[in-house]
């Protein structure tokens, strides 16, 4: 192939990854190692076509296996942990709430979604200690 056809193809392949679907970078991979074939062509290497694929396929590879990874945990791991520094902490009540009942709390300035986990009626204004995290809704008690 030519190297404009190999430019095209990575291109092709980062716009898919990028704008379309979420591949987990394999697509990234693929579209940069076709890229670096399209410049090695562009600035001389001349291989037969199979050697062309052969280079893509191994440049690819040994992306996918040293760097997609570790990149890919890097960028999407944002999010672990983000419970844990809830817990233990206090949140004020904006409305009664019974147990086993659900309400709103106040915590740094943003509304929350809270669960009374705990036996006692939590009253208005008062403060309710974070037991546990459950997506955007915080497990709380009477403190």
Known sequence: MTWWAWMILGAVLLGAELFAVDAQFYLVFL???????????????????????????????????????????????????????????????????????????????SDWNIYNVGDSTIVAGSHARVVEVDGLTLKVEAE
């Not at 990149?71 to 949140?91: A, D, I, P, S, T």
């Open 31 to 109: 579209g940069v190692s076709a890229a670096i074939v399209g410049l090695a062509t562009l600035f001389g290497v001349t291989l037969p076509e199979w050697g062309q694929w052969l280079a893509f396929a191994v440049v690819s590879l040994i992306f996918f296996f040293t760097f997609r990874a570790a990149l890919y945990n890097k960028l999407r791991r944002g999010g672990e942990g983000y419970e844990q520094k809830y817990v233990g902490e206090l949140v004020t009540v904006a409305g009664e709430v019974g147990p086993d009942g659900r309400g709103r709390a106040e915590y740094r300035g």
